[in-house]
């Protein structure tokens, strides 16, 4: 059935993070959270939605994940096919119905900023608001692939901290969209390349991305994939660059170095959180994966203020 979790601020409420602030035309705008929603549809909910979709436009960024299943939303009047792993951005002034169209189980959460100045509100497009953040041409595409579950682990981040916490910290936001501009940034240079990847292999990649904490095998890989396991160990590695248990590891590193980044849980708690069962062998593949103790990167990156 479908269920819905949103906080929303009874005015859009000020991040106030300063890397996050931009000047466009000798005004300068600040990001606000306008809302943050996540939604659960089951297939026989999605039937009774109006099928013709309900598109409305305003000058809001909109960040759109979907976190299981896939379907389909309307975009400026066109379907727009979306599945889990993948992340749409929504230019404000856009024409859109996020509502799911197929009748398909699907989970996905929005996240949905302003960017205020004293009098306007900001409405350049997604590629001209990563100029004036970084100073760089950034190519924007509509649809995001999150190959290294990253931009997840940020929107997993703000469910836990801003929609699960009675008590959560304005601050919570502005970590939140920091860590998502800065994975779109790097997927933008081309970090997660995955449109020359077949099919069979980018399902078993994308069950490794999904499910990066659990104990998952080989032979589960080849009865997702219908592949022998030697064709699969050397296909895998020919389209992604690592054996499957390689990727899987360097996975659990990377959502490791985001909860050592936004979260002050204990190295022990993020060693089980990320799928190591020995706190000892996170402390020593980390290192070597990293050149740093979980403790050292830490320091060296962490954005927690408290």
């Known amino acids: ?35 943050l929603r996540k939604q659960y549809f089951s297939a026989d909910e999605i039937k009774t939605l109006n099928p013709k979709g309900y598109q409305h436009c305003h ?10 299943g896939s379907n389909t939303i309307l975009i400026d009047n066109r379907e727009i096919k979306v599945r889990s792993g993948q992340m749409v951005l929504i230019d404000p002034d856009t024409y859109h119905d996020v509502m799911p169209r197929v009748p398909v189980d699907c989970t996905f959460i929005v ?5 205020r100045s004293l009098d306007s509100d900001l409405d350049v497009p997604f590629s001209e608001l990563l100029k004036l953040l970084t100073g760089m041409d950034i190519k924007n595409e509509l649809i995001l692939e ?11 981040y703000m469910d836990k901290y801003i929609l699960k916490n009675r008590d959560r910290c304005p601050e919570y936001t502005g970590y939140g969209l ?44 080849t009865e997702l994939t219908a592949l022998t396991r030697s064709y699969l160990m050397v296909k895998f590695k020919r389209y992604c660059g690592l ?10 590193i990377e959502r490791a170095k985001t909860y050592l980044g936004l979260t002050q849980q204990k190295i022990k708690e993020i060693s089980l959180l990320c799928g190591f069962n ?25 954005i927690m203020i408290e």
């Open 146 to 156: 999150d190959s290294a579950g990253s931009i997840r682990t940020a929107f997993e």
């Open 1 to 35: 059935m479908y269920k819905s979790e949103r906080f929303q601020p009874e005015t859009p409420e000020f991040i106030k993070q300063s890397w996050l602030k931009v000047i466009y035309k000798n005004h300068t705008y600040v990001p606000c959270l306008f809302r």
């Open 178 to 221: 920091m860590a998502l501009f800065n994975e779109i940034i790097g997927i933008r240079f081309g970090r997660n390349n995955t449109h020359q990847i077949p099919d069979d292999i980018l399902t078993a990649r994308q069950h490794l991305i999904e499910n990066f904490n659990k104990n998952i095998t080989i032979k589960d890989l």
């Open 111 to 115: 996240l949905m900023i302003v960017y």
């Open 59 to 68: 000058k809001i960024y909109h960040f759109v994940y979907y976190l299981k």
């Open 278 to 302: 020995s706190d000892f062998y996170f402390n020593k593949i980390f290192k070597k994966k990293t050149g740093l103790t979980p403790g050292e990167f830490r320091k060296s990156n962490s």
């Open 243 to 252: 054996s499957p248990i390689d990727f899987l590891i360097n996975e659990r």
